[in-house]
């Protein structure tokens, strides 16, 4: 089973700020089958970003995701208010399980 | 537009059962498979279960084989999830979702239900 480590745990920055965060694999992902989604409290999550890069329908581009081997990112240019939340990111491209992160909180600082 | 229903969550008690449903509507849900991921509280996402597009095929997390069911009825565009053998740590939200990508296992899950909440407790 891929295991996939976000760090950090939480990122505490300010409005306008940039964030990067970070999820890396255990073994091989396939670069086309990393997911990135967002949660906010009591909500179901959002869909952001799928193939390590591709955005969701209606996600701004102030979000990027890219990938380099192992290791896959997700960058958020200049954070909005509404961008505090947290983040997982999934992999799917091995066979099930699909396996979810443990997470990354972005915080007001 | 796309929804997604989940229903059925509650308080049973350790070693009992329960089913959940997962109502949808505005896709053509016998074209998608389905998943269902659990967050417990103040933890992260876990995967559960998926079933292909036409039921033949089925996968679940470790934690759960053996004693949850995923299934699906397409002439009511519903999805279920037979809880067996229930311990405190299934304790969580149930959520049931949908992949972006008809028929493909391999996809990212696009609309996701607001959940239903399950407490295994004595």
């Known amino acids: 089973e891929i295991v996939l480590t976000q760090s950090p745990g939480t990122l505490s920055l300010s409005p306008g700020e940039r964030a990067t965060l970070s999820c890396r694999a255990s073994q091989s992902v396939r670069t086309d089958s990393v997911a990135w989604y967002q949660q906010k409290p009591g909500q179901a999550p959002r869909l952001l970003i799928y193939g390590a890069s591709s955005r969701a329908s209606g996600i701004p581009d102030r979000f990027t995701g890219s990938a380099s081997g192992t290791d896959f990112t997700l960058t958020i240019s200049r954070l909005e208010p509404e961008d505090f939340a947290v983040y997982y990111c999934?992999?799917?491209?091995?066979?099930?399980?699909?396996?979810f992160g443990g997470g990354t909180k972005v915080e007001i600082k | 537009q796309v929804q997604v229903v989940e229903s059925g969550g509650g308080v049973v008690q350790p070693g009992r059962s329960l089913r959940l449903s997962c109502a949808a509507s505005g896709f053509r849900f016998s074209s998608y498979g389905m998943h269902w991921v659990r967050q417990a509280p103040g933890k992260g996402l876990e995967w559960v279960a998926l079933?292909?597009?036409?039921?033949?095929?089925?996968f679940y997390a470790d934690s759960v084989k053996g004693r949850f069911t995923i299934s699906r009825d397409n002439s009511k565009n519903t999805l279920y999830l037979q809880m067996n053998s229930l311990r405190i740590e299934d304790t969580a939200v149930y959520y049931c979702a949908t992949p972006l990508m008809a028929f493909l296992i391999n996809s990212p899950l696009d609309y996701w239900g607001q959940g239903t909440l399950l407490t295994v407790s004595s």
């Open positions: 079933i292909s597009y036409d039921g033949s095929n089925k």
């Open positions: 999934q992999q799917y491209g091995s066979s099930p399980p699909l396996t």
